[in-house]
């Protein structure tokens, strides 16, 4: 393709010079000076960031910028960007290159030696080809703290971090400085450190094969040559930031698998921050060049404001009347300038191409180690959906990843953010699937509970302390992929919840998404609710659990559940137990990005999907509010909105319906919360909402069919009706109504 230098460097040169004008004082004062931005005393505040004189006649209102006009911004070509000019060096001796200070130490040198740092190939140094920039360099090592290490080689746990990298890979327009508190964190344990940075002049120049590539292979030669010397057998953790360190990181993985595949099997981690975005999106890299160029003047280095109390997930949002921030005036024509821009330049074939081989070892080809995606639903960079999507994929391929949504914190900024420790966190789970010390046989533990045995109370209390483990990584939108096969309320109703796999498949062969109300009015909630409990610890990318209105403490206590526990246990420990997962559902799903599912309905506080991802879903339901209105709303024959005659909730009508999906492109409302006799109803006229129902012959005496709805991989539907079982026959009681608004 030769170097993009030429296409690259001029719009975003362009972009840099209204930059310096417009934040050099108050922006919204400056954006009303915009005609004027090349004359006058303007001229002057930026002429420390520009050489050569810009003329009056050769000026352009950003406005009239155009996608076509960006091919040719000759005017601006001789402005010189603020960047760093580094030339790397490629020491033949290494050793030469070691601080003296360093050096000095006999402890750190002999903690050098003994991991054997000082053998590695090719570090990099640096000169400075201009006076007025702090130095920086490609990647730079980090020796561990001396009181971190334990040179006696006793333990077990300081041998293999001696024999550990961990890998920082920055984020656009990232310097050494900015990842020396991530190093300084991990040396103080014990590890050593490589911080990676492109700097955004390599980035601006990119070609194919370029200096930037050059960078990242120079640093892949001296992780193999480390790794392939005569020692034990030495490892590689990735820690990555935004989506620059996402993709570096997959360059490093092809090049692993092109020069050497077995040092693929070296890498035993990746932990990836505020990322990733897998599409080509010009949005994203427009929002990613913007907060790179604007630094602390960019909306993207602020989360959401919100009125909001402490809590023990962090950030509680008790009113979804929050205010997101806007971007002033002259970043949105910076942020409509780089759209234009890179939909442009993500199009042009050796770039998409490129892009594209990355992407596809990122998805296909990660190796076989533990992966952490660290994210916010605040970020202004990378949508939290998209990063959600993308950890679903990895489980669905059989990877073990963990997920943490920092929910208010900005893009790569959770280390700043103090939010507070999950107070409610579960233990943490060895690998064999148990929890301190104790292992589960789920296999047959679900064979144990659909013969009709209870689990004991000490198992009971290890499976709902391992699901918790693995329900508080879902979002509180959580992305689900086509297959998938819808279901509503089951209440207790086991041997119908067993009919309902014969009549849908069993998992894992068959995904399923379960819209809540499990336990109370049935005479077999504990049953129902362990086995699915049991599913989602065997099958966790299979199954999605949803919280419905009778998932609480409160109704559990008048509708049955509680006293089922007491009659089977003995005593309210395994009440405790199950009750305390269902802080840990996640409140709605969303298939394929076009249909909602959730218990309830709509809230007026919701006008969005990324509205459902603040609420803090980690406690009781509350009586009132978007959380309450999500678990308790239903359909009406009406336009808006209306009291709802449960005592909690909304009646909310057909607009409402259909502006809620327009907004967020969805195509359907799937919920359940409501008895339909034929098993299945559609509402209005558009068809935009569904309730589904699910437990047949509701309460052992309504005498309804239940359904099911199926979407296949085209997201065609199609609906199965079944029956009441046998033993529902049995329990039979006079065919009477059931108290509607419960």
């Known amino acids: 393709m030769g170097s993009l230098s030429g296409i690259i460097q001029r719009p975003l040169v362009a972009a840099a010079a209204v930059i310096a004008a417009s934040v050099s004082a108050d922006v919204s004062e400056k954006f009303s000076s915009l005609k004027s931005l090349v004359r006058g005393s303007e001229s002057d505040q930026i ?10 006649e050769r000026s352009l209102w950003v406005s009239q910028i155009s996608t076509s006009k960006l091919k040719d911004l000759s005017f601006v070509s001789r402005i010189r960007l603020p960047v760093p000019n580094v030339d790397l060096l490629l020491a033949p001796n290494p050793s030469c290159k070691l601080a003296p200070s360093v050096t000095s130490l006999s402890a750190l040198r002999s903690a050098y030696q003994s991991a054997e740092l ?9 000169t400075i080809g201009a006076s007025l920039v702090a130095p920086d360099v490609s990647y730079k090592w980090h020796l561990p703290e001396t009181s971190a290490l334990d040179l006696s080689g006793s333990s077990s746990c300081a041998s293999e971090k001696n024999r550990t990298v961990v890998v920082l890979l920055g984020w656009l327009g990232s310097k050494q400085k900015h990842l020396k508190k991530y190093a300084d964190w991990y040396t103080s344990r014990g590890y050593h450190v490589i911080t990676f940075t492109l700097p955004m002049n390599e980035i601006m120049s990119y070609k194919v094969g370029g200096k930037a590539e050059k960078n990242v292979e120079s640093l ?12 034990q057998q030495k490892n590689l953790v990735f820690h990555t930031f935004s989506n620059t360190g996402w993709l570096t990181y997959g360059a490093i993985l ?14 035993k981690g990746s932990i990836v921050d505020s990322a990733p975005v897998a599409a080509a999106d010009p949005t994203v890299w427009a929002s990613g060049f913007s907060a790179a160029l604007l630094k602390k003047n960019s909306v993207a280095t602020r ?4 009125s909001s109390c402490e809590s023990n997930m962090g950030t509680r949002i ?9 971007p002033a005036a002259t970043e949105t024509v910076l942020l409509l300038i780089l759209e234009k821009f890179f939909g442009v330049i993500l199009n042009l074939p050796k770039v998409n191409r490129r892009l594209a081989d990355v992407v596809e070892t990122l998805s296909s080809s990660q190796p076989r180690c533990p992966q952490l995606y660290i994210y916010s639903s605040a970020d202004r960079v990378i949508p939290a959906g998209q990063v959600e999507s993308f950890i679903v994929e990895q489980r669905k391929a059989g990877h073990e990843v963990r997920a943490c949504n920092f929910i208010s914190s900005p893009h790569v900024d959770h280390f700043r953010m103090t939010v507070r420790v999950n107070k409610k966190s579960p233990s943490k789970s060895n690998a064999s699937g148990g929890i301190k010390g104790r292992a589960m046989d789920l296999d047959q533990w679900i064979s144990k509970v659909k013969d009709g045995q209870h689990l004991s109370e000490d198992e009971l209390q290890l499976l709902c302390e391992y699901v918790k483990e693995i329900l508080i990584e879902e979002s509180n939108v959580q992305p689900v992929n086509s297959p998938v096969t819808v279901c509503g309320d089951i209440h207790g109703q ?26 109370d009015r049935g005479y077999n909630s504990l049953e129902v609710f362990t086995i699915l409990l049991l599913l989602k610890a065997r099958h966790p990318a299979n199954i999605t659990l949803l919280r419905g209105n009778h998932e609480s403490r409160q109704l559990t206590q008048v509708y049955g559940f509680y006293d089922e526990c007491q009659r089977k246990y003995g005593n309210a420990n395994a009440w405790r137990y199950c009750t305390d997962v269902f802080d840990y559902l996640t409140i709605s799903a969303i298939i394929d990005s076009t249909v909602l599912c959730v218990h309830g309905g709509l809230s007026p506080d919701v006008r969005t999907i990324d509205q459902i991802r603040l609420v ?29 005659p449960r005592g909690a909730g909304w009646l909310f009508g057909s607009r409402v319906t259909t502006e809620f999906n327009h907004i967020n492109k969805l195509d359907l409302v799937c919920r359940a919360h409501q008895l339909v006799q034929e098993g299945l109803k559609y509402m209005f006229q558009d068809k935009g909402l569904v309730t589904v129902w699910s437990a047949p012959n509701y309460c052992y005496r309504c005498g309804n069919v239940a359904s099911i709805l199926i979407f296949d991989e085209n997201m065609e539907r199609d609906v199965k009706y079944f029956n009441e079982t046998e033993e529902n026959n049995q329990m039979r009681g006079p065919r009477t109504g059931v108290p509607y608004f419960l």
């Open 118 to 126: 000082a053998k590695a190939s090719k570090p990099a140094a640096f």
């Open 47 to 56: 002429a420390a960031s520009v050489s050569g004189s810009v003329h009056d």
């Open 616 to 644: 803090d879903r980690n406690c009781e339901i509350p009586h009132e509010g978007p959380f309450c209105d999500l678990m308790w709303s239903d359909p009406e024959d009406i336009e808006t909105w209306a009291v709802s």
């Open 220 to 231: 892949v030669n001296h992780l193999a040559d480390w790794l392939d010397e005569e020692q």
């Open 494 to 519: 086991f041997h119908d919840l067993i009919k309902l796999f014969q009549t849908g498949g069993h998992v894992p062969d068959t995904n399923y998404i379960f819209m809540g109300d499990f336990v």
């Open 318 to 326: 008790n009113s979804i009347n929050f205010s997101e921030p806007k």
């Open 303 to 306: 989360g959401s404001a919100s």
């Open 254 to 267: 092809e090049k692993f698998q092109k020069q050497d595949s077995s040092l693929m099997g070296r890498v």
